[in-house]
C-alpha cells in the first residue's frame, strides 16, 4: 500500500511538474510574427555581400512592452515586408551572455544588478538602457537613429519607411509626416 502510494504521489508531482512547464514555456515564447530576424552577427555577415540598412529589436525576455510590440506591430504583414525588404532586421536580446565580435571589438555581458547588460545593447543605446528600443544603423554600421519606447503599428510604419526610403536625408520629420500616408490594412 505504501508503495502504491509513493508511485502515484510521483507520477502527480510528475503530471504537475510537466503541466506547470509547458504552461510556462508557453507564455515565455515572443510571437515574433513573420519579421526574418537574425543575429547581429548574421547581419554583419550579409552586409559584405549586399548592402542594407540593419534594423534591430533590442528587448529583454522579461519587456512586457517589447512582447506586445511583437504581437501587434511586428506581425503586421506590410510591416514586416518592409522591413525584410529594406533592412537586415536584428533580435538582440539586451542580456544575452554570449560575446560579440565586431569592428575589432568583443562586446561582452556584465553582470550587474539582478540580470545585468550586454556591451553591445548599452552602446547601440548610448547607455540608455530602456526596453524596447529600436535602433537603425546605416549601410556602413553607423548609427542613424535610436527610437526608445513601444511603437505602434501607424507610428512605427511612417519611421521604417522614412528611414528605409533614405527621407531622412532630405526631408524633415515633420514634412514627413504631413505627407505620409499610410499603407497598413
Known sequence: MKKELIYISTIALLLVFVGSSAFINEADTVEEGPVNWMSFEEAVEKSKTEKKKIFID????????????????????????????????????????EDIE??????????????????????????????????FLDEDFNMIQPLAGYQKPEQFERVIKFIGGDHYK????????????????
Open 102 to 135: 565586431f569592428r575589432g571589438h568583443t562586446f561582452k555581458f556584465v553582470p550587474s544588478g539582478r540580470r545585468g547588460y550586454h556591451q553591445l545593447a548599452a552602446s547601440l543605446l548610448n547607455n540608455k538602457l530602456s526596453y524596447p528600443t529600436v535602433v
Open 58 to 97: 533590442v528587448y529583454t525576455d522579461w519587456c512586457g512592452w517589447c512582447k506586445v510590440m511583437d504581437k501587434n506591430t511586428f506581425s503586421q504583414a506590410d510591416i514586416a515586408k518592409y522591413l525584410n525588404e529594406n533592412f537586415y532586421p536584428v533580435k538582440l536580446d539586451a542580456e544575452q551572455e
Open 170 to 185: 532630405s526631408t524633415t520629420w515633420e514634412e514627413w509626416v504631413k505627407e505620409f500616408e499610410s499603407e497598413l490594412n
